[in-house]
């Protein structure tokens, strides 16, 4: 009798697409949303000259002692409320859902948000509610707060800003869903160096709250590394779910050192708000392009009916990668995604988007 994946693997996996990375190859890479500025040389040397002292053979600190004061003060975590690391926010959102998923247990998004919520609810066998997000993007609480008396959801996600949208939900609408929610709302402030606004000062002030936070935008995303902070008690117990050595020792190491460089990244993510500026002003000034205001470090645009595949092609092929919604219809429809670049590389994007729609 053939053996089979299909007899064990679990039919919610194989339900489910893998989620794709393009490879890049030599393109403008404008696609996921990273700080496209490396470090000065300087700062780089001193940087691996410290890496010398990473004891390579030892397991890494599972509570990363050296490290969490400091992120603590760069993300301004208040004293009182805890905080549990994890690879990258993804980590953090499996841990989420083995902590409080179970039979019957659900997961709750607005719609369009960020693909890993309903992934990782799939595949850990909870129900996954999205909710649709009204024409223009914004939050719509009613729907939230109806969708919410009848799923009764154990985790509801707020992006802010959110992904792939952009735009900062209404803070009063949130507040209104937090404190209906009998399970728990973690508001994921992935992009909140490009933001201005946090819920982080208001951890405490609601007992089912929860703000999760990336260093990746900021310009490590290849440390994967995020955080989740909040009180105790539910902090406490979603540790027993985390792996003992998920933050390795280049990664500790890394980051704190790069955390005692704030000034730089505060630096780039300045220049990257002015950039942002000013390609949304670029791209509503040419004909056919719809850009969605940005709180974000990206931006997403609708071309004209039916051109979104053609569009991407054409950029692509002229040395650009962006992202390609790949929508036909629904809220996303012909919409593309772009990461906002260097002005070098946003004025590559500008030129590829002009001679695509030509």
């Known amino acids: 009798m053939t053996k089979s994946p299909q007899q064990w693997i679990r039919p919610e996996v194989q339900a489910i697409q893998a989620y794709h990375v393009p490879d890049p190859g030599n393109l403008i890479k404008l696609d996921a949303m990273e700080n496209p500025y490396g470090w000065p040389a300087e700062m780089q040397d001193v940087w691996l000259e410290s890496l010398r002292q990473v004891p390579l053979n030892r397991y890494p600190d599972p509570a990363a002692r050296a490290l969490q004061p400091l992120l603590r003060a760069a993300m301004d975590v208040p004293e009182e409320m805890g905080m549990l690391l994890g690879n990258g926010s993804d980590e953090i959102i499996q841990m989420l859902a083995l902590a409080l998923g179970g039979e019957g247990r659900s997961v709750m998004a607005a719609e369009p948000g960020f693909v890993m919520y ?29 969708a919410i008396a009848e799923h009764d959801p154990a985790i509801i996600y707020l992006a802010y800003p959110n992904n792939p949208t952009g735009n900062l939900f209404d803070e009063a609408g949130m507040e209104a869903i937090i404190r209906t929610a009998n399970g728990l709302v973690v508001v994921d402030e992935a992009y909140h160096a490009f933001a201005g606004k946090s819920f982080m000062p208001r951890l405490g002030e609601f007992d089912n709250l929860l703000v999760m936070r ?49 000034d730089v990244f505060e630096q ?13 002003q670029d791209l509503a000034a040419m004909e056919g392009v719809s ?8 931006i997403l645009f609708r071309v004209a009916p039916g051109r979104a595949n053609a569009v991407f092609e054409s950029i692509r092929a002229q040395g650009v990668l962006i992202k390609n919604m790949k929508a036909s219809e629904g ?18 994007f500008l030129s590829a988007l002009a001679q695509a729609l030509a």
């Open 331 to 348: 809220p996303l429809a012909d919409c593309l995604r772009v990461t906002v670049g260097t002005p070098e590389q946003n004025e590559a």
């Open 214 to 262: 990336t260093v990746s935008k900021l310009g490590l995303a290849g440390l994967r590394l995020g955080l989740l902070a909040g009180p105790m008690a539910w902090l406490e117990q979603i540790d027993k779910v985390r792996l003992p050595y998920n933050i390795n020792v280049l990664t500790q190491a890394s980051a704190a050192f790069a955390l005692q460089h704030m």
């Open 268 to 280: 780039q993510t300045r220049s990257l708000r002015e950039e942002r500026g000013q390609l949304l």
């Open 291 to 298: 850009p969605y205001p940005s709180a974000a470090n990206f």
């Open 118 to 146: 309903r992934m990782i609810a799939q595949f850990s066998g909870m129900h996954y509610c999205g909710v649709p997000l009204a024409e223009d993007f914004s939050l719509d609480t009613e729907a939230m707060l109806a």
